[in-house]
């Protein structure tokens, strides 16, 4: 079996010689845009490639259309462990932007057009660096073990990953290595996200007709003149200000917890004189327990109850997502740390400095040496980001904000890596650039590359380091079950919250591209010339 130095030198050597290559992918993934549960030539996009690095690749795993399971290599029957990761590729409504230093959303589509915010294209793109680099040290130096990239759609709304969860896929994982573009360069330490539900509660008026009693009407055919039940419209609309009011009684003013709201479906251009049959509101809440997701979702229940019920509608409850709280790994932190002092810090060259300078006269100020952000190009160690976490949160919260990365840590011991993505330095304190700019930059392979590279050479050595050094695994592991009371099953284990049967909710109405006889557009008919959304008022 290879030494460890001498397999680190190879992995790295290895993405060194497909950087151009990885890089063109990126931007090809960023290019497609493709929104949650909706990314198509996204999800094809990786299968084909896994496939040609010989990959065995489920398409469609868990029952969802632009997910995927690749493995390579063999695990436990031939003395090697399970390690895995995984890819996001999902983009945001509402943030098209070309790669041009001023404000452009794409041509062709309509303006709220999805793009790439944080962004999840160099996300997967590391991830999988990562993984094609440990597989060809594996490779070339006869390592054992088995490595595994789940393609995971829906990020956005924390959606496939309960999914795999739930129906066995995280089942007999050795350890995961996951990744996610930030404002540092660092390791996550003790505090980790918390828990993510969302659910649709749709309304629908059945019997409109059986509103009024008739008998009440001295000429009863009077048609439309008739008073009509209120409908589902209205239904939606109680219940957004019914949880409205109820959400300041929900829980206290602390937790950093939060509740949204998106309207999916409102009636659908009904004739004006018959009652809106169908409307549908979904909801979505973080918080840093699983215990206070269950109150949210009881008075959520309890209003749609009650809207439903004065507007002559029925309603019910559709679940989109319930993941759990993050489980922390002091053994792969540090060792993901160590890791990634070796590789160093993001460094950028003179076309990213360029074009964010470009960013910068454009939004009328004055040009900077060095525009970029200081973290983006130093390291911020596990401690100093926890202490920054700590210092604006309640001793009890022990998680913050939600990703669904979370369920990986229940099954497996999970270590959650952040490279710096770009960030603009502000002229003064409190001053924000616009979504466009950081967006802009994500396109950008001058701008994304140096941290998506940092990450991919960071996982694929704490790869090789789980597959090869003395030790390393057998204390993960050995803190895992510590932390879950005994591993799966345990006393402190907290078992997926969908039931292995979850529908996965492909088939709601969710943003995305379509086709038309005016050809591809977003779902929102792209504008005529000069129509735009109209006049301003």
């Not at 419209?233 to 709201?261: C, Q, R, S, V």
């Not at 919260?397 to 952040?418: G, I, M, N």
Request: glycine share 8%; aromatic share 10%; charged share 20%.
């Amino acid at each position: 079996m290879a030494e460890l130095p001498e397999a680190r030198r190879t992995a790295l050597d290895w993405i060194a010689a497909n950087e151009a290559r990885l890089s063109a992918f990126n931007r090809r993934i960023w290019d497609y845009a493709e929104p949650a549960w909706r990314e198509y030539k996204s999800a094809a996009a990786y299968v084909a490639l896994l496939r040609e690095e010989g990959f065995e690749v489920e398409e469609g795993s868990g029952g969802m259309p632009t997910a995927f399971c690749a493995r390579w290599g063999q695990g436990r029957g031939n003395g090697g462990p399970v390690l895995a990761s995984f890819a996001e590729y999902d983009a945001v409504p509402a943030q098209s932007q070309q790669v041009v230093p001023w404000k452009a959303p794409r041509e062709g589509l309509h303006p709220w057009a999805a793009g790439h915010t944080d962004p999840h294209s160099s996300l997967g793109t590391a991830a999988l660096t990562g993984i094609l680099a440990a597989r060809a040290a594996m490779e070339r130096h006869g390592i054992p073990g088995q490595l595994v990239l789940f393609g995971e759609p829906a990020e956005k709304v924390c959606g496939s990953k309960p999914v795999h969860a739930a129906k066995g896929y995280y089942d007999g994982l050795d350890a995961a290595v996951v990744y996610h573009p930030h404002a540092t360069s660092t390791v996550t330490a003790e505090t980790q996200f918390g828990a993510y539900w969302s659910a649709v509660f749709t309304f629908e008026c059945l019997a409109p007709e059986t509103w009024i009693d008739k008998t009440l009407l001295p000429i009863r055919d009077i048609g439309h003149a008739a008073a009509r039940a209120p409908g589902a419209i209205d239904a939606l609309m109680l219940m957004y200000m019914t949880t409205k009011t109820t959400k300041e009684a929900m829980f206290p003013h602390t937790g950093a917890w939060t509740l949204n709201e998106f309207i999916l479906a409102g009636g659908d251009a009904t004739s004006d004189n018959l009652a809106p049959r169908f409307a549908q509101i979904q909801y979505s809440w973080r918080s840093p327990s699983l215990a206070l997701q269950q109150r949210i979702a009881d008075i959520l229940v309890a209003n749609a109850r009650s809207a439903a019920a004065a507007t002559h509608c029925v309603a019910s409850l559709r679940w989109v997502t319930k993941t759990r709280v993050g489980l922390p790994n002091a053994v792969l932190t540090e060792a993901t740390w160590a890791n990634l002092q070796e590789v160093g810090p993001p460094a950028y060259g003179k076309e990213a400095v360029s074009f964010a300078r470009e960013i910068q006269k454009t939004l009328g100020l004055a040009p900077m040496e060095d525009p970029f952000a200081p973290a983006n190009t130093r390291l911020t160690s596990p401690q100093e980001f926890e202490a920054g976490l700590r210092a604006f949160l309640p001793a009890w919260q022990k998680h913050l904000s939600a990703d669904d990365y979370v369920e990986f840590c229940w099954h497996c011991p999970t270590v959650r890596l952040l490279t710096a993505r770009p960030r603009l330095r502000p002229p003064e304190p409190g001053y924000e650039y616009p979504a466009w700019a950081h967006n802009a930059l994500g396109g950008l392979p001058a701008a994304i590359d140096p941290g998506m590279f940092v990450a991919g050479r960071t996982m694929a050595l704490t790869f090789l380091d789980l597959a090869l050094k003395p030790g390393l695994l057998e204390a993960a592991q050995a803190e895992w079950r510590r932390r879950t009371g005994g591993g799966i099953g345990g006393t402190e284990w907290v078992a997926p919250l969908l039931p292995r049967d979850f529908p996965p909710p492909v088939d709601l109405r969710w943003p995305e591209y379509v086709t038309t006889a005016r050809g591809e557009e977003w779902w929102i008919p792209t504008p005529r010339d000069g129509a735009g959304t109209g006049e301003r008022l």
